[in-house]
Structure formats: structure tokens, C-alpha cells
């Protein structure tokens, strides 16, 4: 069974950073693509970024230069650095894992920017 457990969000003033992780347990990391996900009050779930099994990145474009994903095999973890951050990139953040046929969740971690 994969277990994702996020960590690492909070409350944070325009213009900071934060960083978040997601532990990654139940599967053989390395294999299946990891991303993050985020869903805003009021709006639909939508991709921050992923990282395939092959190293390849993928960022949404209103994320690009202001976010960065990093994965540790090793440790069966992904970061997420979130620098730049605006009141637009307040939401509930979740870690992905994918599968060829099922992608699991985690349980979401909240972040909040103020004005």
C-alpha cells in the first residue's frame, strides 16, 4: 500500500518561501513519476509540477523560475522549494505518485500567503 505523507506548509508573508516534502512509502520509489498538486478555495485541482522516473521535469507555467522540485531516491522523498510566493499560491498542496494505471495521494498540506 503507498503511503505520501506531506509536511512543511504554513503561513508565509508575499514574497517568501517555503518548502515542502512528501516521504513516499510502499513502492519502489524510483520508478513512478512524482509530482505536486495544489487546489485553491473555489477552484479546480491543478498541476504544479512533476518529476518523471527518468529525471525529466515539468512545471506549470505560472510556477516556472519561482518553484523547483527535487527527488532523493535514496530517501523516497520529493521537495518542493517554493520561492517568490504570492497570495495566488495559496491552497491546499498535495504529493502524487503515478503508476501506469492509478496515481495515489497524499492527505495535502495548506499553504497560505499573505498580502
Known amino acids: 500500500q503507498v503511503q505520501l505523507v506531506e509536511s512543511g506548509g504554513g503561513l508565509v508573508q508575499a514574497g517568501g518561501s517555503l518548502r515542502l516534502s512528501c516521504a513516499a512509502s510502499g513502492r519502489t520509489f524510483s520508478s513512478y513519476a512524482m509530482g505536486w498538486f495544489r487546489q485553491a478555495p473555489g477552484k479546480e485541482r491543478e498541476l504544479v509540477c512533476v518529476?518523471?522516473?527518468?529525471?525529466?521535469?515539468n512545471y506549470a507555467d505560472s510556477m516556472m523560475g519561482r518553484f523547483t522540485l527535487s527527488r532523493d531516491n535514496a530517501k523516497n522523498t520529493v521537495s518542493l522549494q517554493m520561492n517568490s510566493l504570492k497570495p495566488e499560491d495559496t491552497a491546499v498542496y498535495y504529493c502524487t505518485l503515478s503508476t501506469t494505471n492509478h496515481t495515489y495521494w497524499g492527505q495535502g498540506t495548506q499553504v497560505t500567503v499573505s498580502s
Open positions: 518529476v518523471h522516473s527518468g529525471g525529466k521535469l
